[in-house]
């Protein structure tokens, strides 16, 4: 986290304007079969299986936004939310 703060304040002492995310990835726990088919195609790692148990686990924290896991889902477990918008301090 103290090298992403450093990032965000180089960002902004270049002129560039930064804000958090507008949206998130939510998976619908209700929906996922746990068939690990958006752990193949997410590139962070947030999304990854839990041995022994073979059951996907998702990690919000690591999630880059990339929206790969929502087309790769067959069930359409992984949704794209809105959330609030605010700058970074």
Known sequence: ??????????????GVAVQNASQEVQRDEAVCTHCGACTSV????AL???????????NQKKCSICELCV???????????????TFFE
Do not use: S, W
Not at 42 to 45: F, H, L, Q
Not at 48 to 58: G, T
């Open 1 to 14: 986290i103290k090298n992403f703060n450093a990032f965000v304040h180089y960002l902004k002492d270049q």
């Open 42 to 45: 997410c590139p962070t790692g």
């Open 71 to 85: 087309t790769a889902c067959p069930t359409r477990a992984m949704e794209i939310r809105p959330i609030n918008t």
């Open 48 to 58: 990854f299986i839990e041995r022994p148990e073979m059951k996907v686990a998702f």
